[in-house]
């Protein structure tokens, strides 16, 4: 009874030394987002992450077997941020542009959506051409590929520029502009909510690669070739398994992954 004891003992020790060794050798990574773009990322008011691109981020983590901790960041620094070491990867719906390629390297995207515009109930915008936007008040989040696609598409347009989606849609609501344009997913969720309920969504617009880039993918630091290979096979092993369709399907009616 005694040496069946020690053994158990033995064992259990032993679990414990394998256990803390796993721990330790555990990979661990801070995940920078920005948390004010919902429904991909959003910082609820109790302090908590929600969104696509948090589940996505967590999966693809639990794939890699890392401990994970996010960081949010205002969207105009975060490459900056990512630069000083203050996160190890971005996912954070970042479109893949090759502006963007001179500073960070990508992923492989993990989702792909069109812009589109919207526009108060009763406007009197038709169209979703430069024609049909002259002299409009057209809202964008700066430093995104949405206002670029603005400034080349629309140039008769009066582009106002802000710093979070947040800050468009209170401005289309009390009537300060008369379109905005956003991703379609963000755009179309944000009507379906009592907030948008000012406005419908007047056209998706017709994607340009040298604009809105090859889709959404993770970034990193140039250079982390290990961690973005490491990153690449978690974004396939998701897409394989089911747990790329469970998450989509939790938050969209169509796969965001696009072709």
């Not at 008040?137 to 520029?161: C, M």
């Not at 993770?218 to 396939?236: Q, V």
């Amino acid at each position: 009874m005694r040496f069946t004891k020690g053994m158990m003992a033995a064992a259990a020790t032993l679990a414990l030394t394998i256990g803390a060794a796993q721990a330790q050798d555990m990979m661990k990574l801070k995940i920078g987002t920005e948390g004010a773009y919902p429904p991909f990322n959003n910082l609820e008011a109790d302090g908590s992450l929600v969104g696509f691109d948090i589940d996505i981020a967590k999966a693809l983590c639990d794939e890699m077997k890392a401990d994970c901790e996010f960081v949010t960041q205002d969207w105009d620094g975060i490459i900056p941020a990512l630069l000083a070491g203050k996160f190890d990867a971005i996912i954070a719906s970042m479109s893949i542009t090759e502006e963007r390629k001179e500073k960070v390297d990508f992923t492989n995207k993990y989702y792909n959506t069109p812009p589109a515009i919207a526009v108060p109930k009763d406007s009197d915008i038709t169209d979703a051409t430069d024609a049909g936007l002259s002299g409009k008040a057209l809202g964008a989040q700066s430093s995104t590929t949405h206002s670029n696609y603005a400034e080349e598409k629309f140039p008769s347009a009066d582009l106002k520029l802000y710093p979070t989606p947040d800050e468009y849609k209170l401005d289309i609501a009390s009537g300060r502009i008369d379109a905005v344009i956003d991703d379609v997913i963000v755009l179309s969720e944000w009507l379906k909510s009592d907030d948008g309920d000012c406005c419908k969504l007047l056209a998706t617009l017709p994607t340009d690669p040298v604009i809105n880039g090859e889709g959404a993918g993770i970034a990193l630091r140039k250079g982390e070739d290990d961690l973005r290979e490491k990153f690449n096979a978690a974004i396939a092993a998701i897409r394989a398994n089911g747990t790329y369709k469970e998450i989509n399907d939790k938050y969209f009616d169509v796969d965001v992954y696009g072709d």
